[in-house]
């Protein structure tokens, strides 16, 4: 009897793992393209919240990259142009890159790089640092979180008519963040500030010292709308009606032998004057009462604690007026 001949193995399975990864990459390439359009969304949502603000933003030249795990849009010399207040303006900036995770496209960093240069119908500004750094979290038009940081800043600013101002800061941080649940279209929001020496020509002029000023505030702004509008006069209006608050937890100012310390509430008064009342901490701050001709304060305000009260367009320190206010808008 004839015996058959012996089955050749197949070698199917050898291409499978092959199959498996080629269908894997397709897969993670179109996620990849997805992810990058949406990160791309991330820059256009936050030039739809500066048009709103009056600020219209182009992009002279867009490219993606970063395949396969990041992704990097990068915007060369973007430039605005505003209308604010009636005033036209304009403005440029050295680049922009937003960078982020392909699995988390919404939370995004950018890397700013200026100079950042602006011109108004008052005068003009170019502004540039060592390193400068954003970071934003966004659900749809609405702003989770924000942060800034920036490094080494220094500032050259020429009003049309008046004498150039110079100054800078070692660093400047800001985080804006939304605490507890949204609700009828608005929001509380956390917000902290931190600025370590700064310098200003009219400040070491206006307190007769030259060191740098530091300062410090944490604060809660509540009821904000969660979609400021392009005129900010009708999102200042909305968060009035709102009975929206913005809550002092602690505020620090510290310029040489100066000091002032601030915690308290504030809001808008139907006047649209700031109004509320602030417990206020004192500390060689005599030297420049008259500069708000109020030399009868000097003695209240060298050193102690006092209530500073807004009410009706006016500042009162203890009880004697500080300064007269003017409406907001």
């Not at 199959?19 to 791309?40: D, E, H, N, V």
């Not at 395949?67 to 209308?83: D, G, L, Q």
């Not at 749809?140 to 049309?160: G, H, K, M, Y």
């Not at 009342?277 to 420049?288: E, M, N, P, S």
């Amino acid at each position: 009897m004839q015996s058959s001949a012996p089955t050749r193995p197949s070698r199917l399975g050898l291409y499978i793992p092959f199959g498996i990864l080629a269908t894997i990459c397709l897969i993670w390439s179109g996620f990849w393209f997805y992810a990058a359009s949406k990160t791309g969304e991330v820059m256009d949502d936050a030039f739809a919240r500066e048009a709103r603000a009056g600020r219209d933003w182009t992009c002279p030249s867009r490219s993606v990259s970063g395949f396969p795990f990041r992704i990097e849009v990068t915007c060369a010399a973007p430039t605005f142009t505003s209308r604010v207040d009636g005033r036209p303006g304009e403005g440029r900036l050295g680049a922009l890159l937003v960078q982020a995770r392909a699995i988390d496209p919404t939370r995004a960093i950018a890397t700013l790089t200026g100079p950042l240069v602006l011109k108004n119908g008052v005068g003009s500004a170019e502004i540039n640092w060592k390193d400068a750094k954003t970071s934003l979290s966004t659900d749809t038009i609405v702003l989770n979180e924000f942060s800034l940081d920036i490094q080494d800043l220094t500032a050259s600013l020429t009003p049309d008519a008046g004498q150039p101002m110079l100054g800078g800061a070692h660093r400047v941080n800001v985080a804006i963040a939304q605490d507890g649940q949204r609700s009828a279209g608005a929001a509380n929001y956390k917000i902290a500030l931190k600025i370590d020496g700064l310098t200003l020509s009219p400040l070491d002029a206006a307190s007769g010292n030259s060191q740098p000023l530091n300062l410090e505030l944490q604060a809660l702004a509540a009821n904000v709308p969660l979609v400021p509008k392009r005129d900010w006069r009708v999102s200042a209006e909305e968060w009035r009606a709102a009975n929206g608050s913005f809550k002092v937890i602690f505020f620090d100012l510290v310029k040489g032998p100066m000091r002032l310390g601030l915690s308290g509430d504030l809001g808008l008064d139907a006047g649209h004057y700031p109004t509320g009342r602030l417990d206020a901490t004192f500390q060689g701050l005599d030297a420049i009462a008259g500069q708000f001709g109020a030399k009868s304060l000097a003695g209240l305000i060298k050193s102690g604690k006092l209530p500073m009260l807004l009410t009706n367009g006016k500042i009162y320190v203890g009880p004697l007026p500080l300064i007269s206010l003017t409406p907001l808008y």
